[in-house]
């Protein structure tokens, strides 16, 4: 079986990766209108938010190898920049049940996670 640390070295490598070739990529994009080429606002938006995935993902990494818990407001940004992403990366109508999907996936999760927080509270 496989170690915690060594999951979360693979997945902080991973995300580096992504964060690395994301930034190069938007950058390769902001730059081409320079050099005469067009500057493709679909292409800025899908490379920044693997930008946004990446930071997210290590965030959740140094959380869990610190042990902490993942603050509310910290879930419902990640929460939302997900579904934000997925408005921007599928078509039309298929973006909109997605995201509206996501955004009720959203609200059951976090009352289910007051509610289990809400009870760890008062069995101790």
């Given at each position: 079986?496989?170690?915690?640390?060594?999951?979360?070295?693979?997945?902080?490598v991973?995300?580096n990766?992504i964060?690395i070739i994301?930034?190069?990529?938007l950058?390769?994009?902001?730059?081409a209108p320079?050099?005469?080429?067009?500057?493709?606002?679909?292409a800025?938006?899908?490379y920044?938010?693997w930008?946004g995935?990446a930071?997210?993902?290590k965030?959740?990494?140094?959380?869990?190898?610190?042990k902490?818990?993942?603050r509310?407001?910290?879930?419902?940004?990640?929460?939302?920049?997900?579904?934000?992403?997925?408005?921007?990366w599928?078509?039309?109508?298929l973006?909109l049940?997605?995201?509206?999907?996501?955004?009720?996936?959203?609200f059951?999760?976090?009352?289910a996670g007051?509610?289990?927080?809400?009870?760890?509270?008062n069995?101790?």
């Amino acid at each position: 079986m496989i170690d915690k640390e060594k999951i979360y070295y693979i997945a902080s490598v991973a995300a580096n990766a992504i964060f690395i070739i994301a930034i190069l990529l938007l950058g390769i994009y902001l730059i081409a209108p320079l050099m005469g080429g067009q500057l493709l606002a679909d292409a800025v938006i899908k490379y920044a938010s693997w930008v946004g995935i990446a930071l997210a993902m290590k965030l959740i990494l140094n959380r869990l190898r610190k042990k902490d818990h993942i603050r509310a407001r910290e879930y419902i940004l990640l929460c939302l920049v997900v579904v934000a992403n997925t408005i921007a990366w599928f078509p039309y109508p298929l973006n909109l049940i997605i995201g509206t999907l996501g955004l009720i996936g959203i609200f059951f999760s976090y009352r289910a996670g007051k509610r289990a927080k809400g009870q760890s509270l008062n069995s101790q």
